[in-house]
């Protein structure tokens, strides 16, 4: 499974749109990327998963190149209960193991 | 629609006990997996099952156990527990392999071994 990078901690206050950017240069062909928002002592939970170019739900936009050899979550206009953990994970099939890193603590001020 | 379920939410153990943790996977999900997850890091993976089959196994010594049900329900044992075992296990579900659909997890249950 590929490994990815992102930063280990982003400020922002309220209001504005954060983007989360992950690299993940030895991403497979088959590889979709996945990222999942955690609230301390919770289970992480699912925000969007995409495998090229742009996809976009009610919560948030994965911006992914052509190259995908990096990705960008966005979150629009985020809110104090936004601050979480979040983490970019790649692979090429559900239900197989996660592979998480540290992710990347958000922390959002008023 | 009830998402996964995990009991107990909190535990107590003192070290050298054993440990069983149970997991109820979203209806219709046949996989489940485990996952630790220690404070300040990232879930680590333990196990996957599905159709009541190992399926994939983490880096974790043979203390830790599992198995899943015909309802596809699964528990997570521990033997001999040590100081560092206390965590978070977490236990996600899927509808299975050769499906892409992202795992989606339970809310944990918080081991502390004294």
């Known amino acids: 499974l590929a490994k990815t990078t992102q930063p280990i901690s982003m400020d922002s206050y309220e209001g504005q749109e954060v983007n989360i950017t992950c690299s993940h240069n030895n991403i497979a062909t088959n590889d979709y990327i996945t990222w999942y928002q955690q609230f301390p002592s919770q289970g992480p939970r699912f925000i969007i998963q995409?495998?090229?170019t742009k996809v976009t739900n009610e919560v948030a936009s994965l911006f992914i190149p052509a190259d995908r050899k990096s990705s960008t979550l966005s979150l629009p206009r985020v809110s104090l209960s936004d601050t979480a953990v979040y983490y970019c994970?790649?692979?090429?099939?559900?239900?197989?193991?996660?592979?998480f890193g540290k992710g990347t603590t958000l922390s959002v001020s008023s | 629609d009830a998402g996964v379920t995990q009991s107990p939410t909190h535990l107590i153990k003192t070290r050298g006990q054993h440990v069983t943790l149970r997991c109820s996977p979203i209806?219709?999900?046949?996989?489940v997996s485990w996952y630790q997850q220690v404070l300040g890091q990232g879930p680590q993976f333990i196990f996957q099952y599905y159709e009541k089959e190992e399926r994939g196994r983490g880096n974790f010594p043979d203390r830790f156990s599992a198995r899943q049900f015909p309802n596809y329900s699964s528990e997570l044992n521990v033997n001999a527990l040590l100081l560092g075992d206390s965590a978070l296990y977490l236990c996600?579900?899927?509808?299975?392999?050769?499906?892409?659909?992202?795992?989606?997890f339970g809310p944990g249950t918080r081991l502390t071994v004294l």
């Open positions: 994970l790649v692979g090429n099939q559900a239900g197989t193991a996660l592979i």
């Open positions: 996600a579900s899927s509808l299975g392999q050769g499906v892409l659909t992202p795992p989606f």
């Open positions: 209806s219709g999900h046949k996989s």
């Open positions: 995409g495998y090229k």
